[in-house]
C-alpha cells in the first residue's frame, strides 16, 4: 500500500463522541435542576447513562488508535502531555477557590462566627486520628505507584501488576476511611461557614480521589491486556500526575484545614 | 500423625526455599522488547531514531547549501512539490514562501537555490 502521507500528526477521523458528549451534558445539568425542583432524578439518571457511554466509548477509541494503530508519535504524546498538564493546571485553580473562602474567614477574627476559628459550638475533627492515617495512606499510594512505574519503565509487568493493584487498594481504602469520617461528623454542611468550606473542599477532594482511583483501575485493566511497554505508557503517567496533584491537595487540605485551622 | 504432619509442612517448606523463584513460577514477566509492542506510525518513528535519524519527518529547519545553480539546498519530499520558507539572511524578519516542484530548481528572490530530491516516506 502506497504511504499517502509523511508526517507525525495524528489526523483524526469522523467521531460522533462529541456530539453525544455535548447532549449527555446538557441533559445532566437539566437532571440535575429537574433533580434539585422536583425531586425526580429521572433525567439525571438519562444523562449519567448517557455521559458515561460516551466517556467508555470516546476512550476506548482512543486507545485503539494509540495502542492498536500506533497513531501516537512522540509529537502527538507531547500534545497529550500539555492537554494534561493544562487540564491539571485549571484544577489547581479549581481548588483554590475553595481555599480561598476558608483563609477568608479563617484568617481576620470573623465577628460572624463568634471572632474565633473553629466557629463556635462546633467540634472538629482530631487531625492525629483518622486523617493522619489517611496522610500516610496516600503517601504510601505515591510510592507504590512510583514502583509500578519503575517496573514498567524496566519492562517488568509482573512487578507493575503488583504496584498498581496495591495503589488502588490504597486509593479505596482512602475512601472508605473519608466515608467513615463523614458519617462521624458532628457537624454537617448547614453548619455555618466552617461545614461550608470543610465539606466542600473535602467532598471535592474525595470525588477527586474516586476519578484518580478510576484512572488507575482503567490503567490496570489496560496493563492486564498489555497495552503499556517502556515507551508507550502515556496514559499511565497522565494517571500519575493526576494522583500525586491530589495527593498535594490533600497534604495542603490536612496542613491547613485539619490540622492549622482545628 | 503429628509428627507426619510436621514432616510434610517441614519439608515441602525446606523445598520451596530451595527452588529459585523462576522454577516455582513466581519469576517476574518481563517484556523482552518494546518495539516489538509499537505498531504503526508510533513503530515506523521509533525504528527510523534506532537507525540514527532523528528527524524521520524532515521537520527541523534544514542546513543551508551554498545555495547557487549548480549547489542548491537539497529538500527532501516524498511528494511531487514541497512549501520551502527561505530566511533569506540571518537578520530577517519574515519568511520567504515558494513552491519548489520536482526537476525545476529554484532559486528565491534573495538568489538562492533550491532543488527537490525524493525521500522515501517513513
Not at chain 1, 485503539?64 to 492537554?83: A, F, N, P, S
Request: net charge positive.
Amino acid at each position: 500500500m502506497k504511504m499517502n502521507f509523511n508526517h507525525p500528526f495524528h489526523l483524526v477521523d469522523y467521531s460522533p463522541w462529541p456530539l453525544t458528549g455535548a447532549i449527555g451534558v446538557m441533559v445532566l445539568v437539566s437532571g440535575m435542576v429537574k433533580w434539585f425542583h422536583n425531586f425526580n432524578m429521572n433525567l439525571l439518571i438519562l444523562g449519567y447513562f448517557i455521559v458515561i457511554l460516551t466517556m467508555y466509548q470516546w476512550w476506548r477509541d482512543i486507545c485503539r488508535e494509540g495502542t492498536y494503530q500506533g497513531k501516537h508519535t512522540i509529537l502527538v504524546t507531547k500534545g497529550l502531555r500539555w492537554g494534561m498538564i493544562l487540564f491539571i493546571v485549571s484544577e489547581i485553580f479549581f481548588f483554590v477557590s475553595f481555599f480561598w473562602p476558608f483563609f477568608h474567614k479563617k484568617l481576620p477574627p470573623n465577628i460572624e462566627s463568634g471572632a474565633m476559628w473553629p466557629p463556635t459550638n462546633i467540634t472538629p475533627f482530631n487531625p492525629f486520628q483518622i486523617p493522619l492515617l489517611n496522610t500516610i495512606i496516600l503517601i504510601s499510594s505515591g510510592v507504590s505507584f512510583t514502583w509500578a512505574h519503575r517496573a514498567i519503565m524496566k519492562n517488568n509487568n509482573s512487578q507493575m501488576t503488583q504496584g498498581l493493584f496495591i495503589t488502588i487498594i490504597l486509593g479505596i481504602y482512602f475512601t472508605i476511611l473519608q466515608a467513615y469520617e463523614y458519617f462521624e461528623a458532628p457537624f454537617t454542611i448547614a453548619d455555618k461557614i466552617w461545614g461550608s468550606t470543610f465539606f466542600m473542599a473535602t467532598g471535592f477532594r474525595g470525588l477527586h480521589v474516586n476519578i484518580g482511583t478510576l484512572l488507575l483501575k482503567i490503567c490496570q485493566t489496560r496493563h492486564l491486556n498489555t497495552h503499556f511497554s517502556s515507551n508507550h505508557l502515556f496514559s499511565l503517567e497522565a494517571a500519575a500526575w493526576y494522583w500525586h496533584f491530589v495527593d498535594v491537595v490533600w497534604l495542603f487540605l490536612y496542613i491547613s484545614i485539619y490540622w492549622w485551622g482545628n | 500423625m503429628a509428627s507426619l504432619c510436621r514432616q510434610i509442612v517441614r519439608g515441602n517448606a525446606f523445598k520451596s526455599v530451595l527452588l529459585s523463584t523462576a522454577r516455582r513460577g513466581y519469576a517476574d514477566k518481563m517484556m523482552p522488547d518494546p518495539l516489538e509492542h509499537a505498531t504503526g506510525m508510533e513503530r515506523k518513528e521509533l525504528l527510523a531514531m534506532q537507525a540514527g535519524n532523528d528527524d524521520p519527518f524532515n521537520m527541523k529547519v534544514l542546513k543551508k547549501a551554498a545555495g547557487t545553480r549548480d549547489n542548491p539546498t537539497l529538500v527532501p519530499s516524498c511528494f511531487d512539490a514541497r512549501i520551502v520558507g527561505c530566511i533569506c539572511e540571518e537578520h530577517a524578519t519574515a519568511v520567504t514562501w515558494l513552491w519548489l516542484h520536482k526537476d525545476h530548481p529554484r532559486r528565491c528572490e534573495c538568489g538562492h537555490w533550491y532543488k527537490l530530491i525524493e525521500k522515501q516516506p517513513v
